[in-house]
């Protein structure tokens, strides 16, 4: 009973016990966050050395690609004129070969009548070498030849 009459007074014996206990962990956290923050700022140290030279290089990217949207535009209003050039273009060369096709036809036909006129030159011939031979002074054995002979030779 004397424990529990003299309990009220252990209370700040206790307590002191329990913030002791609670300073010695903050003490413990205060170490391991001083450890952090060391190597934060060797981290944050390395970082900041890696980056300078990328700002060039990023300047250098923004320079070097801040005409493109411009060269875009224009590369997009050539291609429309292309575009259209190139409809000028199939429609020639569908014309060309509405062309070729009539002079093609042409062609055929006049073929044909070439052949036609060689036929009729190749029976001419035959004809006028027979004539030939009739006329006078020709040796052949012709129709006026054989009448000379008939009346009496010359």
Request: glycine share 12%.
């Amino acid at each position: 009973m004397i424990d529990e009459l003299l309990s009220p007074l252990r209370l700040p014996e206790r307590a002191l016990d329990a913030l002791t206990r609670v300073a010695n962990d903050l003490s413990g956290l205060r170490a391991e966050l001083a450890s952090g923050v060391g190597k934060l700022e060797k981290t944050t140290s390395t970082l900041s050395s890696d980056v300078r030279p990328l700002r060039a290089d990023v300047a250098v990217v923004r320079e070097s690609t801040s005409p493109l949207p411009e060269g875009i535009a224009k590369l997009e209003k050539v291609v429309e004129g292309l575009g259209g050039k190139l409809e000028n273009v199939h429609e020639g060369v569908g014309t060309v070969h509405a062309d070729l096709r009539e002079l093609s036809a042409k062609v055929d036909q006049m073929s044909q009548q070439l052949a036609a006129m060689q036929e009729t030159l190749t029976g001419m011939k035959g004809s006028v070498e027979d004539v030939t031979k009739d006329l006078p002074g020709a040796g052949g054995t012709g129709a006026i030849a054989r009448v000379r002979e008939a009346i009496g030779g010359q």
